[in-house]
């Protein structure tokens, strides 16, 4: 018999009481027109918290940059408009019992030039190179990456005013923030570039400035070694690096690292501590001494990106995961397919109902409930 008892102890993070260890993991829906959350997102997200889901992470949510996405769907987190509709969908997950944050984002060179809330805002990146490792656009000043770093936290001090329960920053899969993080795309030769702690800096940046302005807010930020354009890069090549990276992280005052793996047992650095190692949030709660969460395809066989080229994906077994999370490898664990296309996953779990979790669905994506 699974032992699911790990997954529904308490957990708190910077004064944020969670019930249990479940998490929603960001998902872009692209259900926003104009970038207003509406009235069936605010159901979306409520049925998630109704569903037992602790702690619920939004979609991708834009900050101010105009340049920051390629979707006029996709949510904004500024603006009366989308603030007011944001007001929403918190409240309604109080109400349910839940708690969220906002995943804050900027898709930097990922995005399409011409495309978006704002086609004629220019792109912003460290260098002005794009994913492939082309100079496209002279590389910003200072005080550029500066207010790149600062629509952060000007989004984080509207997610305080707003109620909401915590932040997270996407500093994961070749946006923004990682492309500071990742060499092909951070060519700076200031503060902002060069060794792994300069490449950390701009995240470090914006944690610090986001904890200037939401203070009470516990801050997470959400990173990873693989690549949109690349799943076998890697920003830290060995555990000495790793520690570099996210020793800054650390030390700027974040309060969990939220580590982007596609499939959950994979173990980062298998050379060092074998096949069933540690794995990549293993490593860094081991490095930092941090809370970290986990993912990828947990409650099911195969990995995420295969959603979109339409592929379902079989149930799995959660065994080897919970055994992990209860010898304290991990201390949450995200789940994102699954919740999508069943809001009472968690529910189902906690009540031992294991035979009720279903095979994901690739038609999932199309529907919204
Ligand atoms: C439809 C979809 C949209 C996603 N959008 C985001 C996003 O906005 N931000 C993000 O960090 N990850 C995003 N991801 C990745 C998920 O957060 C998660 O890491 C991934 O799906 C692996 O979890 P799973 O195997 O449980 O689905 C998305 C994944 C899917 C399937």
């Not at 949510?75 to 995943?103: S, T």
């Not at 100079?135 to 936290?153: F, I, N, R, T």
């Not at 920053?169 to 700076?188: K, V």
């Not at 490898?329 to 906690?350: H, I, N, S, T």
Request: aromatic share 8%; proline share 5%.
């Amino acid at each position: 018999m699974t032992d699911i008892s790990p997954l529904f102890r308490p957990f708190r993070l910077h004064g944020m009481e969670l019930k249990n260890r479940i998490v929603m993991a960001p998902m872009t829906r692209s259900r926003s027109p104009g970038g207003f959350p509406n009235d069936e997102n605010v159901a979306y997200y409520a049925r998630r918290a109704a569903g037992e889901v602790g702690l619920v992470l939004s979609e991708g949510t834009l900050n101010r940059r105009k340049g920051a996405s390629n979707d006029a769907n996709i949510p904004l987190f500024w603006g009366e408009q989308a603030l007011a509709g944001w007001k929403r969908v918190i409240d309604a997950v109080h109400a349910a019992g839940g708690k969220m944050g906002p995943q804050i984002w900027h898709q930097g060179m990922s995005r399409k030039p011409g495309t978006g809330h704002f086609p004629d805002a220019p792109c912003d990146g460290p260098s002005g190179i794009t994913l492939q490792g082309k100079k496209v656009a002279d590389e910003p000043s200072e005080a550029e990456v500066l207010d790149m770093a600062q629509a952060y936290a000007d989004g984080a001090s509207d997610a305080q005013r707003l109620g909401f329960d915590c932040i997270e920053l996407h500093g994961a899969h070749a946006y923004l923030i990682d492309e500071f993080f990742w060499e092909r795309t951070n060519q700076r030769t200031d503060r902002f570039g060069g060794s792994i702690e300069r490449r950390a800096e701009f995240a470090a940046e914006i944690i610090r400035r986001c904890r200037a302005a939401a203070g009470r807010l516990p801050i997470i930020i959400r990173i990873s070694q693989w690549k949109s354009v690349d799943y076998n890069a890697k920003v830290a090549v060995n555990p000495e690096e790793l520690e570099r990276w996210v020793r800054v992280l650390a030390d700027a005052g974040v309060d969990a690292i939220h580590c982007s793996q596609r499939r959950i047992l994979e173990p980062e650095f298998p050379e060092v501590d074998g096949p069933r190692g540690l794995n990549f949030a293993g490593w860094v709660k081991k490095l930092t001494g941090l809370p970290t969460i986990s993912v990828g395809s947990v409650g099911l066989t195969s990995e995420f990106t295969g959603a979109f080229r339409g592929e379902g994906s079989a149930a799995g077994k959660l065994d080897e995961t919970l055994e992990r999370l209860d010898r304290g490898e991990f201390d949450l664990v995200a789940v994102g397919r699954a919740v999508l296309q069943d809001p009472e996953w968690a529910l189902k779990v906690k009540q031992g109902r294991l035979d009720d979790l279903r095979d994901y669905d690739a038609k999932a994506l199309q529907t919204y409930y």
